[in-house]
């Protein structure tokens, strides 16, 4: 029977209705079973007989035992008594939970108060590799100059921990619509960088979803769904599946990736201040499904992206403002000299517009008004401020385009289309208006905004688009937008002039009143949002207690010592994670921390050279000892700190740390969990010793670490410089596009940096032979950097082929010796790890031969 569409209005919101959280259904790479605090098995999913041998009839009632093994059961109920929070999802791998079968990958949350899902699918590898290549991709991700080039980075990174073909930056702006910001492909995709999508590509719900469930993995859009059993519960529910991993997709959805010609979506939310800034958007063209450690690794990598990306937009606010209000103030100085300037358009309108960027300045202020710059004229101005008074009293008002407020500055657009206006005060109302010229622009969507309404195969509702094609559309009437930063510097413009209007006193009273309520509740927010930062690394850093190895282990030790281990992984990489100089560990510690104070810690010792994996566990204990020294021990007060070390007879490191100065000391009550990094990190990870002193006129502590850890003594060297294999003279890859085939990611991705540093128009990276072959296809190249070792295959085919068409190319592997010495006589051979300087010396041998 057709559905009656009277009175039923077929529009956008159709999608935003749909209840994708509940839809009864899971994805077939895993099976679910939901249980109550009592343990009985409420739900499973049909496929549940594939993966344990056991019906659904005969499982549902029963308790989890007719199921899964104790030990299983056993780990499962400790996980989930760790769960914390409605939107916590906890995680094991490699757990034998059915007799007879393969290990399964785990994941367990709470869906309501009182149902326990849990998800398993069968484990495919050790979790350590996704944890090692999360540690160096976020350490890559730091060293990002600058934000846009940090954004970039961040795809680049995405692809190399997902192995997806596209992985895209999808920023929202205000209104809901998308940007792809950056990009990273598969050599042979179509880019869709710079592109802009509608803000119904992605309905509400699912909005919500992404703040809630940070990950989502599609692996194929052919598979089937599986139903959960039973769909509805004795009480007539369904289960609510808005954390579940292995929840089946809205058919709407799995159209719309059809229609791109995509078979497998992953997406990582990007949250910044609580609010969902965009999207890692993920594509493959063929199915594709990570494993539960890789997800998980770059769903922790999606959350370190956030966390840094909130850090720097910070910064670049903070530095912003801070030049704003230097600014404010000196304008502020001179208005209470001299009220008259507030009303003089020209002065504001140059004081003003290196604050706010603006064209063009209006003062209305006692009826009278002053204009300066590109803006309406006077009886325009005076009908605009009409407007404005219908608005809220005492607040900032901005807008990009003044026509969807005032239909007639349609006529006056090009000059004026967008402005903010600064009331200064509530009776008369009185404002200062900057306005901005049309900035006319052409989007670029990636396909038709406007979807067309029509009756799809699945039924009477909106269809998704099938075409993607770019679809141009040019944006008139409107100018660049106020930022939120400039709206708050506009509020401090307000509150200041308000201030040094005399004839305004007791309005001028009220509106201080305001803003401290607003400074109030601006701090508030801030704290709010510092704390919930800081319960997510608290949060990770809980999961130390558990002695898990596994991906967890390294979450949490890189969340709680991110700061701490980011400096010192950018000493150790300096030399391709080799041994670092202990004097250079303790200066950038030191520096980190003390400004005025970095005198007051002496050191001697000689030039000791660590191991990395010392390096990093000394990193955190200086930086506990550092912290702890600031905030309550001698660099408190005007104390000093004394470190010496040496290295004794049978070559193990010996450390003594003195305070001395400072405010009396007496031993904790209690063993946080910095004094527990002091006192155990190093006997723990290094097998050496350590032993704290708490003595009334200082913290003493002495260490030692033993000679395995130690690479030696070097000579006394000023600086922490890295000395490079071979000196490098200008660009010998200049205008070269290069080959380069690598099977490891992490090292291509070096090998990248290095050849780009040396001049490299463009490098094309191969992983097998396969790929390279095409390459060589479909690429005029000028030289090639040959890994031999591809795994299963070497490169002997692709440097035959490169021979035969007479392109240069060099070795760069660890398996020289696997090399036919007499065929490749001529090419040469750079050993990894290898950096500017080897590559440099072979591309000059070549150079030289050719």
């Keep these: 029977m057709a ?205 919500k979803l992404y703040l809630r469930n940070v990950f989502r993995i599609i692996a194929d859009v052919d598979s089937v769904p599986v139903p959960i059993v039973p769909q509805v519960d004795i009480n007539g529910q369904v289960l609510d599946q808005s954390l579940s991993l292995l929840r089946a997709v809205s058919p709407i959805h799995i159209e719309y990736l059809k229609n791109m010609g995509v078979s497998a979506s992953l997406s990582i939310s990007i949250i910044v201040g609580g609010k969902l800034w965009g999207l890692f958007a993920c594509h493959h063209y063929r199915a594709r499904l990570p494993n539960l450690a890789m997800r998980t690794a770059a769903e922790l990598f999606g959350q370190m992206f956030s966390l840094m990306l909130e850090s720097r937009e910070r910064a670049e606010t903070a530095e912003y403002e801070a030049r704003a209000r230097t600014a404010t103030d000196r304008m502020m100085a001179a208005v209470a000299q001299d009220d008259y300037l507030l009303k003089n358009a020209e002065w504001l309108g140059e004081v003003v517009f290196d604050t706010i960027p603006s064209d063009g300045v209006a003062v209305f202020v006692d009826g009278a008004m002053s204009l300066h710059g590109l803006t309406p004229n006077a009886e325009q101005f005076r009908k605009l401020v009409s407007v404005l008074n219908t608005g809220s009293q005492g607040e900032v008002f901005a807008t990009d385009s003044i026509q969807t407020i005032l239909a007639d500055a349609a006529a006056y657009a090009e000059i004026a289309a967008g402005m903010i206006a ?76 308000l201030e040094v209007l005399i004839r305004l006193a007791d309005s001028a009273g009220e509106e201080r009143q305001r803003a401290n309520e607003r400074q109030e509740l601006l701090i508030a927010e801030l704290n709010h949002r510092v704390r919930n930062i800081l319960a997510l690394i608290r949060g990770l850093v809980s999961q130390t207690r558990d002695g898990t190895v596994g991906i967890e282990d390294f979450v949490a030790n890189l969340d709680s010592r991110v700061q701490a281990l980011a400096r010192a992984h950018e000493q150790v990489t300096r030399d391709r994670w080799g041994p670092a100089k202990l004097r250079d560990l303790i200066e950038t510690e030191a520096n980190a ?30 930086h506990e000892l550092i912290t702890n020294a600031v905030k309550y021990g001698a660099l408190s007060d005007s104390g000093e700190v004394s470190v010496c070390w040496r290295v004794d007879e049978d070559g193990s490191l010996l450390i003594d740390w003195a305070e001395s100065g400072g405010p009396p000391v007496t031993p904790p009550s209690r063993r946080g969990f910095g004094t527990t990094v002091i006192e155990q990190t190093i006997p723990h990870d290094l097998g050496g010793d350590a032993e704290l002193r708490y003595q009334l006129g200082g913290l003493s502590a002495h260490f030692c670490v033993p ?98 068409r007479g392109i240069p190319f060099l070795f760069a592997t660890g398996y020289g010796s696997g090399l036919d010495a007499a065929r490749y006589a001529k090419v040469p051979i750079v050993t990894k790890p290898y950096g500017r300087g080897e590559i440099a010396t072979a591309v000059r041998e070549l150079d030289g031969a050719g």
């Design 593 to 622: 921390f003390l400004t005025e104070k970095r005198t007051k810690l002496k050191t001697d010792g000689p030039n000791v050279l660590v191991h990395p994996a010392a390096f990093t566990a000394l990193a955190l204990v200086f």
């Design 422 to 497: 600064i009331p200064l005060s509530r009776r008369p109302r009185d404002y200062v208006v900057l306005f901005r010229s049309e900035q006319m622009r052409s989007v670029r969507w990636g396909g038709n905004p406007e979807k067309a309404v029509e009756v799809g195969p699945l039924g009477d509702r909106l269809t998704p688009r099938k075409s993607f094609e770019i679809w141009s559309q040019l944006v008139k009437g409107r100018s660049l937008p106020f930022t939120q930063s400039e709206r708050r510097v506009a509020e401090a413009l307000r509150i200041g002039m």
């Design 3 to 207: 559905a009656d569409l009277t009175g039923f209005k077929v529009d956008l919101t159709n999608c935003d209705r749909e209840p994708i959280h509940i839809l009864g259904n899971i994805q077939p790479f895993g099976f679910l079973v939901a249980v109550g605090t009592d343990w009985l098995i409420a739900r499973v999913s049909a496929n549940v007989e594939q993966f344990t041998g056991k019906t659904a009839d005969e499982l549902l009632g029963q308790p989890l035992t007719a199921l899964f093994t104790e030990g299983g059961i056993h780990n499962i109920r400790n996980r989930v008594a760790m769960l914390r929070g409605p939107d916590a999802v906890e995680r094991l791998y490699g757990q034998k939970l059915v007799d007879g079968r393969e290990p399964f990958d785990v994941a367990m949350h709470f869906a309501g108060d009182s149902t326990i899902v849990i998800e398993a699918e069968p484990w495919s590898e050790d979790v350590g590799e996704a944890a090692g290549m999360v540690r160096t991709l976020v350490t890559r991700l730091s060293q990002a100059d600058g934000l846009t080039a940090f954004i970039r980075e961040s795809a680049r990174l995405v692809r190399a921990i997902t192995g997806f073909d596209r992985v895209m930056v999808y920023r929202f702006d205000d209104e809901g619509s998308g940007e792809v910001v950056a990009e990273s492909l598969t050599p042979g995709i179509e880019s869709f960088l710079g592109q802009h999508y509608p803000a119904s590509d992605i309905p509400q719900q699912a909005r």
């Design 707 to 804: 000679s395995r850890h130690v690479a030696g003594v070097g000579p006394d060297e000023a600086g922490n410089a890295v000395r490079e294999a071979g000196a490098v003279d200008g660009k010998p890859l200049a205008g070269r596009v290069v080959m380069l085939v690598e099977d490891s990611l992490i090292i291509a991705l070096d090998g990248e940096d290095v050849l780009r540093s040396l001049g490299a128009e463009d490098v094309k990276l191969a992983s097998n032979v396969r790929s390279a072959l095409q390459l060589l296809d479909e690429a005029k190249l000028d030289l090639a950097v040959l890994d031999y070792n591809l795994g299963a295959e070497n490169s002997e085919s692709i440097a035959e082929a490169l021979k035969n």
